[in-house]
């Protein structure tokens, strides 16, 4: 409950300046703006993890972890940014601070002492599949809205995030 008005207050505002005429409605914008944004904060929490996975994991599959972690939180970083500028385009304010992250995140962030590796490859499993579910619930709304390009962008983010939850699933079977 707590977290929920935390989670709206941290929410992006309508950007300020020459009104936004694309055929959605302000709500519906306003509403996939918001659900972008819980993504966004997803995506950039689940990014920072990954990364400092890719630092500390320790033991006999280090080499394969380290660098498919390496792999896993540079498309992370990289999908961030049209994430955010599809707000922008809806008239919004992207978040950008690490307490607004915080605030919008369905996911906690890494644990401070390093888990083991097996322990780290279960945390992202569960990572990936939380972001697969906020980018489902933010589709429900831009498919409603009849906004297409962020029902793209979202598709793509739910197969990435779909795909990768399946590859760290994988290492965990005997
Ligand atoms: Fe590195």
Same mark, same amino acid.
């Not at 936004?20 to 996939?32: E, F, K, N, T």
């Not at 994991?57 to 939180?73: A, E, I, K, N, R």
């Not at 961030?80 to 996911?107: K, N, T, Y």
């Not at 793509?156 to 760290?168: I, N």
């Given at each position: 409950? *707590? %977290? /929920?008005?935390? %989670?709206? %207050?941290?929410? =992006? ?5 020459? =009104?936004?005429?694309? *055929?959605? &409605? ?8 918001? *659900?972008?944004?819980?993504? +966004? ?7 920072? $993890?990954?990364? *400092?996975?890719?630092? /500390?994991?320790?033991? !006999?599959?280090?080499?394969? +972890?380290?660098?498919?972690?390496? $792999?896993?939180? $540079?498309?992370?970083? /990289?999908?961030?940014? !049209? ?30 002492? =390093? ?39 979202? $598709? ?6 779909? %795909? ?5 699933? &994988?290492?965990?079977?005997?």
């Amino acid at each position: 409950m *707590g %977290k /929920n008005a935390k %989670k709206r %207050k941290a929410a =992006p505002a309508a950007a300020a300046g020459t =009104p936004v005429d694309i *055929g959605i &409605s302000a709500a519906d914008r306003g509403a996939v703006a918001d *659900g972008l944004a819980r993504l +966004l904060a997803d995506t950039y929490t689940l990014y920072l $993890t990954t990364h *400092g996975f890719h630092w /500390n994991v320790t033991g !006999p599959m280090f080499q394969t +972890l380290h660098s498919m972690f390496m $792999t896993q939180y $540079t498309e992370l970083w /990289n999908a961030i940014d !049209p994430i955010a500028e599809r707000i922008r385009a809806l008239g919004h304010v992207a978040p950008g601070s690490h307490a607004q992250f915080a605030a919008l995140a369905s996911i906690g962030e890494a644990p401070a002492q =390093p888990p083991k590796a097996l322990e780290m490859v279960r945390l992202l499993v569960a990572g990936h599949e939380a972001v697969a579910r906020t980018a489902r619930a933010v589709f429900a709304l831009a498919d409603a809205a009849g906004d297409q390009p962020t029902a793209d962008l979202l $598709t793509q983010r739910l197969d990435v995030h779909e %795909k990768t939850a399946w590859m760290l699933r &994988s290492l965990l079977e005997e």
